[in-house]
């Protein structure tokens, strides 16, 4: 696709003109359709329509920019529908979102909810509000997409998000598990899908740096200090900086598991293992 005016989705109106910005723009084109081609996220449908989030944040942003890229191409033949949850935080610039996706032609749905009161009135002091916030924010989500026609909620975690939850899981929650590519909700009516597992978060942030998007912090769990998620981003950061490419090296592991190497015997059968002379019945 050309860079000329007339020839980009409006999404990427004002993208810089470099050689650095052109390259970027390609790697994560290039890495999301990598990922929604290994795990299967289209399902090749008539009508197929999925609700993609948008928080306001950097990873949101790229998610939607590339989607719509991938789109515009005729590589993604689905629908896509931008949903803004307004979740009730003060001070939440309620404007910005729909005039951004109005200004693009982005077709899109603002959804007013006031989950921000319910948190903070129902976790106690001291508690991190990540946990319910999720929760709630995803019940409303799963509703939206029902009620657009949906298959699939669509989710901007990247690969550094993916890999973090990992060692959460590992360090706090004593097992090996994270954020899947592809999902199916527990009522098995939705998908849940992360088209951006294979990107690094510098990535997302340069994008929408270069991009100028309008990007909105989250003032909720944004405001809390000591959070697990940002001791075990800290503690990745670290060793990226002792070893450049770590994280590369780490979430790389986990598309290469082989569980006769692990210690789960509910994936791999321990318990039958053969010598070879036992199944060809020589000594």
């Known amino acids: 696709m050309l860079d000329d005016a007339e020839e980009i989705h409006p999404l990427f109106r004002g993208a810089p003109s470099t050689t650095e910005f052109r390259k970027l723009r390609k790697r994560l084109v290039r890495e999301t359709r990598e990922a929604i081609e290994r795990y299967g996220m289209v399902e090749w449908k008539p009508g197929e329509k999925w609700l993609v989030c948008l928080s306001g944040g950097k990873d949101s942003y790229t998610l939607l920019a ?3 890229e991938l789109k515009w191409r005729g590589l993604l033949p689905v629908e896509l529908l931008a949903c803004n949850l307004d979740q009730g935080q003060p001070g939440f610039p309620a404007t910005v979102l729909p005039e951004f996706l109005k200004d693009r ?24 509000y990540c946990a319910l916030c999720s929760r709630l924010r995803r019940g409303h989500l799963y509703r939206i997409a029902r009620e657009e026609g949906c ?16 060692f959460l899981n590992l360090f ?17 009516d939705l998908f849940v899908l992360r088209p951006l597992a294979h990107v690094s978060e510098a990535d997302c942030g340069r994008f929408s740096q270069a991009m100028d998007y309008p990007i ?7 405001s809390q200090e000591g959070l697990q998620r940002q ?53």
């Not at 077709?107 to 991190?128: A, F, L, N, W």
């Not at 706090?172 to 098995?188: D, F, V, Y």
């Open 216 to 222: 909105i912090p989250c003032d909720l769990c944004g």
């Open 172 to 188: 706090h929650g004593g097992r090996l598990a994270t954020m899947p590519p592809r999902l199916l909700n527990e009522e098995g």
């Open 151 to 166: 298959s699939a909620v669509v989710l901007g975690h990247h690969r550094d998000d993916i890999l973090e939850t990992c």
């Open 105 to 128: 032609g982005v077709p899109h749905r603002i959804e007013y909810q006031d989950t921000y009161s319910v948190v903070v009135d129902k976790v106690p002091q001291g508690r991190t």
């Open 231 to 283: 001791q075990i981003k800290e503690l990745l950061d670290g060793w990226e900086a002792r070893s450049p490419g770590r994280r590369q090296v780490m979430f790389r592991a986990l598309t290469t598991a082989r569980p006769s190497h692990l210690l789960d015997p509910a994936l791999f059968d321990f318990a039958g293992l053969m010598r070879r002379a036992e199944v060809t019945g020589t000594r």
């Open 66 to 68: 590339v989607l719509h």
